[in-house]
């Protein structure tokens, strides 16, 4: 049981470059979500995934797309990559019950945009 | 959306010694999670606290609903401790739009 799995670990891009950050989860979550965080700040939500075949915006989605390919993947992509977009990404998966969630985190992705 | 805000932003304690963290939100959430990062970046989930309190080892966490604040305490704290801990509500009640306060920041030193 690998819990949240993320690839790549660390990646750079140049600006206008493109990339898919991949994510997936081995426990049955219905719900996926892409965070980034920066320096000395909290988390910020970019899209999530309520349940297989849904997405949605959160906080800061300008510059990202997403896919929720199955139950297990969800993944995150910048078409046109932009120093903004430095950051470390979390993918995290919960499941509801009720109004009870706890969600379950990937290691992150640290990414660097020239 | 709600607003969540984080005190101390940061704290140095010695080994052993107690702390208390706080979460203030501006509105009322009917969920409520504490989450530790630890100093390589893994984000761990510690507690589902949207009212009343819960005790997980030296790890306690109290939240009053009514009031708007979420207390987590750390007891004889430890160097494992270490990290930044956030707390996270959803912005609309029954929304998965997490919200995130900017954390705490607590150093333990041996």
């Known amino acids: 049981n690998a819990g949240v799995t993320q690839t790549p670990k660390f990646q750079v891009l140049k600006t206008g470059q493109s990339m898919t950050l991949q994510c997936a989860q081995d426990m049955n979550h219905n719900s996926m979500y892409w965070y980034r965080q920066d320096p000395g700040m909290g988390l910020r939500l970019i899209y999530y995934?309520?349940?297989?075949?849904?997405?949605d915006k959160g906080e800061v989605p300008n510059g990202y797309n997403v896919s929720r390919l199955n139950k297990r993947e969800f993944s995150l992509r910048l078409e046109s990559a932009a120093p903004s977009q430095t950051s470390v990404y979390f993918c995290?998966?919960?499941?509801?019950?009720?109004?009870?969630?706890?969600?379950?985190f990937g290691p992150g992705t640290r990414l660097l945009v020239l | 959306g709600i607003q969540v805000e984080q005190s101390p932003p940061d704290l140095i304690l010695q080994e052993g010694a107690n702390s208390t963290l706080r979460c203030n939100f501006s509105?009322?959430?009917?969920?409520l999670q504490w989450f530790h990062q630890n100093p390589w970046g893994q984000l761990i989930n510690l507690f589902y606290?949207?009212?009343g309190t819960k005790q997980n080892g030296r790890l306690s966490a109290t939240t009053v609903a009514t009031e708007r604040y979420s207390l987590l305490y750390i007891s004889s704290s430890q160097t494992t401790d270490s990290g930044v801990y956030f707390c996270?509500?959803?912005?609309?009640?029954?929304?998965?739009?997490?919200?995130f306060g900017t954390g705490t920041r607590l150093k333990v030193l041996a």
């Open positions: 509105d009322s959430v009917n969920n």
């Open positions: 996270a509500a959803p912005s609309t009640s029954g929304t998965y739009k997490y919200i």
């Open positions: 995934s309520a349940s297989e075949g849904t997405t």
């Open positions: 606290i949207p009212s």
């Open positions: 995290a998966s919960s499941v509801r019950l009720g109004s009870q969630e706890t969600q379950y």
